[in-house]
């Protein structure tokens, strides 16, 4: 096969790809629009957050018997046993090629459900992300890769003593962090012993956790990709952390901006530094493709540390690959598909991450990650639809048209909305209820939501409609299938 020695190349290669491509997973957020780049690109998603109006999306139409979900990993696996999915994926095969299948979240069962229906796994082996995505093993690859840390240690918790101890150097006010979570679901702020007893059953059933030294930070996001050539980059993104209007946890993500000036030069080129050198490290532990890195930046000292890994494109993908930079060349995430094709090309890393680095080479956007935040157990009767909505000038919101691309979004008074939870699903604490971008930036300098911002979550929040629940009268299958788990 020719090799690919451009941009141009790479473009015309994935727009005549014959190969089908699947991302398969709850909803299609993640890799929202890669359909407009790769020919031969389809979603299939458990939710249709776009009551079949999107063309390139799959969902089936009869939900048969299953365990009820505790996991992505569990719908995924659903999913590929599913006739309707089954018979799909049969039916686009070119040749007899199954095609090449891509997941935000697998385990071991979804390589083998996948492997039996022919398809080839576009990622590192489910053991291997399992390994890196244990924050503690994170922590040990990032002092391999001369990647900064914040103060910590590594250590079992036996009691609220025995942390005191394990933790003496790190001050009187400590972050613990289990292995695995997100949204900070299982990350714990402790400063006395009526906190620790809170998350206590939480954090000594572990055999190890991180504890950390707390610090007055911001949060950030990054993302990358370990090629043959090196690791590539995108800009640094912010991140909206613990706001009580998007999220019931204190140290929940619930949002991001990317915009040119994104803190200072010094902080984003270390920034970028540290992500490479994270990157090489992957590469030596056996793993290649698409990654991102929590960066934190503490108020006080300007120092930038790690935070933690997510082996695997993530909540911050759809901003990174639709951005000014992406357009012009394209999307990163493009080159992770060349690591998995077996597709000769040839890059230079250090070029591209430069380009993308120029400010006049970024425009701004904004995600939020609107959760229900009540100590409550309801049914929706009422969802606001995905596509374009409109705010008028007296602050309320209005549907404009259905749409599955941001960049269809005009100005700042106009917003795309990604629908989650749907009519007549149980609405819980935590549970996502949809996704709005938008053009712009959300935060002010200091890290403080904005009016505007405000104004749209109150407007998207108000096209919600449901009937309060009685748990006492919920069986327990009916308390399962309320879930507790990130849909995204």
């Given at each position: 096969m020719k090799t690919l020695h451009s941009i141009s190349d790479i473009k015309a290669f994935f727009k005549s790809n014959t190969t089908p491509i699947y991302f398969i997973s709850a909803t299609n957020f993640n890799l929202l629009g890669m359909d407009e780049w790769v020919n031969n690109f389809k979603y299939i998603s458990h939710i249709d957050s776009y009551e079949r109006q999107h063309p390139n999306l799959f969902s089936p139409k009869v939900e048969v018997s299953h365990e009820e979900f505790t996991s992505i990993e569990d719908i995924n696996n659903y999913l590929l046993q599913h006739p309707e999915v089954i018979n799909y994926i049969k039916s686009n095969a070119v040749n007899g090629n199954m095609g090449k299948a891509l997941f935000l979240m697998f385990d071991e069962k979804t390589e083998q459900l996948a492997k039996a229906i022919g398809l080839d796994v576009c990622f590192p082996s489910a053991q291997l992300r399992t390994f890196l995505d244990n924050k503690v093993n994170t922590n040990r690859i990032a002092e391999k890769a001369g990647v900064a840390?914040?103060?910590?240690?590594?250590?079992?918790?036996?009691?609220?003593?025995?942390?005191?101890?394990?933790?003496?150097?790190?001050?009187?006010?400590?972050?613990?962090?289990?292995?695995?979570?997100?949204s900070g679901h299982t990350t714990f702020f402790i400063s006395n012993e009526e906190e620790f007893n809170m998350y206590a059953e939480e954090i000594i059933k572990e055999k190890e956790v991180k504890i950390m030294k707390r610090i007055n930070c911001y949060g950030t996001a990054i993302e990358g990709c370990v090629t043959q050539y090196g690791t590539l980059v995108a800009p640094l993104m912010t991140e909206l952390v613990g706001f009580k209007e998007l999220t019931p946890y204190k140290g929940g993500w619930c949002g991001n901006?990317?915009?040119?000036?994104?803190?200072?030069?010094?902080?984003?080129?270390?920034?970028?530094?540290?992500?490479?050198?994270?990157?090489?490290?992957?590469?030596?532990?056996?793993y290649k493709g698409y990654f991102e890195l929590d960066f934190l930046i503490d108020k006080d000292t300007n120092e930038i540390y790690l935070g933690e890994l997510n082996p695997r494109v993530s909540g911050v993908s759809s901003l990174t690959n639709h951005s000014k930079f992406a357009m012009m060349d394209v999307p990163m995430f493009l080159f992770h598909l060349l690591e998995w094709m077996d597709v000769p090309y040839a890059i230079n890393v250090n070029e591209l991450v430069e380009r993308w680095m120029?400010?006049?080479?970024?425009?701004?956007?904004?995600?939020?990650?609107?959760?229900?935040?009540?100590?409550?157990?309801?049914?929706?009767?009422?969802?606001?639809?995905?596509?374009?909505?409109?705010?008028?000038?007296?602050?309320?919101?209005?549907?404009?048209?259905?749409?599955?691309?941001?960049?269809s979004v005009k100005d700042d008074n106009e917003a795309f909305f990604l629908q989650i939870t749907q009519k007549d699903d149980y609405i819980y604490e935590g549970a996502d209820l949809g996704i709005l971008v938008l053009r712009g930036r959300l935060m002010s300098d200091d890290f403080q939501l904005s009016e505007r911002a405000k104004r749209w979550i109150k407007g998207i929040r108000a096209q919600y409609r449901s009937d309060l629940i009685d748990i006492s009268m919920l069986s327990e299958e009916d308390l399962l299938e309320a879930g507790d788990f990130k849909m995204m």
């Open positions: 840390c914040v103060p910590n240690v590594l250590s079992p918790v036996t009691d609220y003593k025995h942390l005191r101890q394990v933790s003496e150097k790190l001050g009187e006010h400590l972050v613990v962090q289990t292995p695995f979570g997100d901006e990317i915009f040119g000036s994104a803190f200072n030069a010094d902080i984003r080129e270390k920034a970028k530094t540290y992500t490479q050198k994270f990157g090489d490290q992957l590469r030596k532990e056996g120029k400010a006049e080479n970024m425009d701004s956007w904004s995600q939020l990650i609107i959760k229900h935040t009540k100590k409550s157990l309801e049914l929706a009767t009422k969802v606001p639809e995905s596509g374009i909505w409109e705010m008028k000038k007296n602050g309320n919101i209005v549907f404009k048209k259905m749409d599955a691309h941001r960049q």
